[in-house]
């Protein structure tokens, strides 16, 4: 590898080894790490695998990663920073190794954005892998449905450039199949005309959640495609940087954000504004390069456990057992219960097909518990006791919310139609198994 990658290499006890992603209870012990340069790197690092029995696995971020092993060689792509906007053709072309608030802040000086995901300090790279659920996905649909191209290094070494007119195949499986056919190194998305929009967050004390969680799910039934939403039943820790109004106490947020103009986006929260007396309401108009402020997912580096389902229908008998699991007068180690709308453009048909499936599913769940603390050793059970108790609803997973390398889990994450191809392309594009290592389709 020395001979031919111009990149730093790290061997176990150099300075430069240790790789700690956003989740610090993964585990990454791989032979060795590789500070890639280039696309040209990143296939001599596949090429070196192919013949040396290892496996291939990528960090940028460390969100939603997964344990890696000494039979490995983990590439970083914090060098691939090309981030180049485009106003003429409303697009960026964005490096592996370039985070969503970089692109935010670059498109926003031409009035333009990205669909980003709700916690803007995600790589664009796997977000776009793994299907991207944003704020604004009830309006726009799923990130990788905007994207124009994809550069990839594919299992076999093999240099392309994936359109929906060239290596189709390729770029149907990059867009939702995680890193199953390649790894990617660039790509080109779509930015929309947006420079500001109305969101933000009303939350509520936890003993008003019953009357929010039913209010909600009516409200949510009459939902135009201008707005989406979600709902977190939190319990953050007392903590600086937690709100006082909320910190050490069991709280209920309702996440909104809608294209609309304020006086619509009024009418439209409304209902939910009734409810009962926010403890803290900071919906209003919000400079998109703020889009991060209406989740306010942690920013800081935690150990967690988190995993969710995807769900068919939200029934007033799913709304009890979310309630049995996180109501105000359940002691639980989860941090965060969440459940997001989907429909509206999520829901149709993409101009051009991806991997991401489930397109029918109503709500995504999703839970997270940190590995700290008195409640840490329980977090796991809370965890598949409330998917358990909610699986009358569950039909399949979405591959940004389920960080595992579980086979099973993995194949939960697609259709039958979609798992079958995914893996028919990677005995095609990986026939040495490669990047058969973590979140991959095999």
Known sequence: MRRRIRGGIHVPGDPAYPTAGFNVAVTRNPWAVVDVCDARDVADVVAVAGVTATTVAVAATGHGGTDVGDGSILVRTAALD???VDPVSATARVGAGVRWQTVIEQAARHGLAPLCGSAPGVGVA??????GIGPLVRTFGATADHVRSIEVVTGDGMLARATPEDHTDLFWGLRGGKATLGLITECVIDLFPLSEIVGGALYFDAADAPEVLTAWQRWCADMPRSASTSLAL???PDLPGVPRPLAGRA???VRFACVEDLGTATNILAPMRAVATPLIDTVGMLPYPAIGAIHADPVEPIPSHDDGTLLSDLPDEALEVLLRHAGPDVRTPLLMVELRLLGGAYAEE?????????RRASHNLHAVGVLAGPGAAS??????ALLADMSAWACGRLP?????SDPAVIRSCYDDP???RLARLAREFDPRGVLAVGQVMR
């Not at 977090?379 to 598949?384: G, I, M």
């Not at 940004?400 to 595992?404: D, H």
């Open 234 to 236: 939190l319990r953050l």
């Open 82 to 84: 090309r981030c180049e």
């Open 400 to 404: 940004n919310f389920t960080a595992s």
């Open 251 to 253: 709280t209920i947020a």
């Open 126 to 131: 796997g977000l776009i892998s793994g299907g």
């Open 350 to 358: 993409p101009r051009v097909a991806g991997a991401l499936s489930h």
């Open 418 to 420: 979609t798992a079958d």
């Open 379 to 384: 977090v796991r059970t809370a965890t598949d």
